[in-house]
């Protein structure tokens, strides 16, 4: 895989946000990103109060932006670029996987998330647009920002909150699904099979409390156990990674979080990219 260059991308608008914290900590990754490399970043969206609506009503009032990310991920991989995107919420996902299944059929997506994101409208409990994230571009349900991928590219990592009807569908798929735990970085690089990889990072895959995020399950990543994942990852052709459902602060809490633990973690990556840049 030949790569002609790096860009970099921040949605900032809003797409199914039960709060308004995720759209200024994409802002704060795109800028740390710029700092690092020296890479002006292209925002897509404008923020906005979060609507808290039904999944149908928070894509509607998403979906100009979103196709506006889908537009801005057309130019970046036509051009052959690889993607370095803040994504502020995993339903960008929804506008995202598409095109790289579009210009990468053979990808490898590596989904890092405490949930698998493979409801849909008519099984979901909770109504929420998030938790059909991945489910979109696999073709389980029409969101109407395509699809393309296959449930053989996908390999989950460290999910830990997974409703019955998506553990039957990924049994049903055979998707391969990592646990938390020892050799996990081993057990990732097994399920890759060398092939090319797409990283989506949802934080809340982290142990809670490393990083601010909406949900807090118990049982995550530590920033060591990511770094070890990433290092493995960067061993393999990189197409591109998107880094949702960082907040910039927590809930209640004024303090504004930096993200540089956090990219420190992912350095094993995003050196590679920076390398790439100063080429």
């Not at 808290?52 to 894509?59: A, F, R």
């Not at 537009?71 to 502020?88: M, N, Q």
């Not at 996987?97 to 409990?125: E, I």
């Not at 109407?144 to 989950?156: A, D, K, N, T, Y």
Request: glycine fraction near 10%; charge should be negative; charged fraction near 20%.
């Amino acid at each position: 895989m030949s790569v002609n260059e790096v860009a970099h991308t921040v949605f900032y608008g809003r797409a199914g946000d039960p709060n308004d914290l995720a759209m200024p900590g994409a802002k704060a990754i795109g800028e740390a990103l710029a700092r690092q490399s020296g890479i002006s970043p292209v925002f897509i969206g404008t923020p906005k109060p979060a609507l808290n609506g039904s999944w149908q009503q928070e894509l509607d009032a998403a979906m100009p932006e979103l196709r506006a990310m889908q537009r801005r991920f057309e130019e970046v991989f036509r051009s052959k670029a690889l993607s370095v995107a803040a994504t502020g919420r995993c339903v960008v996902s929804l506008a995202t996987l598409p095109v790289v299944a579009k210009y990468h059929p053979g990808v490898c997506v590596v989904w890092f998330d405490a949930h698998a994101d493979l409801n849909t409208p008519d099984v979901s409990a909770s109504g929420y647009l998030g938790g059909m994230a991945l489910a979109g571009p696999l073709g389980l349900w029409d969101s109407g920002l395509g699809s393309g991928l296959r449930p053989e590219q996908i390999v989950l990592v460290g999910q830990r909150d997974i409703d019955p009807s998506e553990s039957l569908l990924i049994a049903r798929h055979n998707i391969t699904c990592l646990q938390p735990g020892e050799g996990l970085a081993e057990r990732l690089q097994q399920a890759i099979g060398g092939r090319a990889v797409y990283v989506h990072l949802d934080c809340d895959v982290l142990e809670p409390g490393i990083v601010p995020t909406d949900y807090v399950i118990a049982g995550g990543l530590t920033l060591a156990e990511l770094k070890g994942c990433c290092e493995v990852l960067a061993c393999q052709p990189f197409v591109g990674i998107e880094i949702a459902e960082f907040q910039y602060c927590r809930e209640g809490q004024e303090d504004v979080v930096s993200p540089e633990p956090l990219l420190e973690a992912l350095s094993p990556l995003l050196n590679r990219e920076s390398e790439l840049s100063r080429r």
